[in-house]
């Protein structure tokens, strides 16, 4: 069975400063996807950024990148520039994916609440 | 264009009350999903429905769960007779498709409904 682990709880940033949230993952497949959602305090889950797992390049949105190594089996999220919005609880995920089609079905890491300091 | 709403947003009930949550996908999204995250633990996949089929329920917990998809439209998931353990929050997702190498296959997510079991 897959598992997404992200090993810590809790992570504080200042603001305009850069901070990296960790994820590590655990399968026998080859292809996938990953993925780093958001949920603010009582709001919806949001896509932030997501990566396929034949592509080398590592995914950036703005200043959301990823640092994806496929055989360490990692996908860290570097948040570049804090802001005050940042602040959120950050979910790392996992899914199957071949051959044009998915069942959809997300395997999640614990998260990580970040807090933004001004 | 409307996200996907989960309805209620909080819910307390005693132990062997029936609760009831709902959720509205966005229009159109063929797939919905459940999942659920205990306090302090990752979120788990409950089940997938394509229309008002269900693709794969693998990851109900037992029979005191049902869910049901009238239509293919908006999406109930029942409790009966609730316990405690099943306290925590439960979220919706839905999707166009299930390629995500397509940006608009990716899951959309509801802010949840915090379920309280006393």
């Known amino acids: 069975a897959q598992t997404v682990t992200q090993s810590q709880p809790e992570m504080s940033v200042q603001e305009a400063e850069t901070v990296t949230l960790s994820c590590t993952y655990d399968t026998s497949e080859s292809d996938y996807y990953l993925f780093w959602y958001k949920q603010p305090p009582s709001r919806q889950m949001i896509l932030v950024i997501r990566?396929?797992?034949?592509?080398?390049q590592n995914a950036t949105e703005n200043r959301f990148s990823v640092n994806f190594q496929k055989a360490a089996k990692s996908f860290s999220l570097k948040i570049s520039d804090s802001q005050l919005g940042d602040a959120a609880m950050y979910f790392c995920a996992w899914v199957y994916y071949a051959g044009g089609t998915s069942y959809g079905k997300l395997t999640f890491g614990q998260g990580t609440i970040l807090t933004v300091h001004p | 264009e409307a996200g996907v709403t989960q309805f209620p947003s909080h819910s307390v009930i005693e132990k062997g009350q029936t609760v009831t949550l709902r959720c509205d996908p966005i229009?159109?999204?063929?797939?919905l999903y459940w999942y659920r995250r205990v306090m302090g633990k990752e979120i788990k996949f409950l089940l997938h429905f394509v229309k008002e089929s269900k693709q794969d329920e693998s990851g109900m917990p037992n029979n005191r769960f049902l869910a049901e998809r009238t239509g293919g439209t908006y999406s109930t998931l029942k409790v009966q007779p609730a316990e405690l353990e099943d306290s925590g929050v439960y979220f919706c997702a839905s999707s166009q498709g299930t390629d995500f190498s397509l940006a608009k296959n990716i899951q959309y997510f509801g802010a949840g409904t915090r379920l309280s079991v006393l």
């Open positions: 990566q396929e797992a034949y592509k080398q």
């Open positions: 229009s159109g999204h063929d797939n």
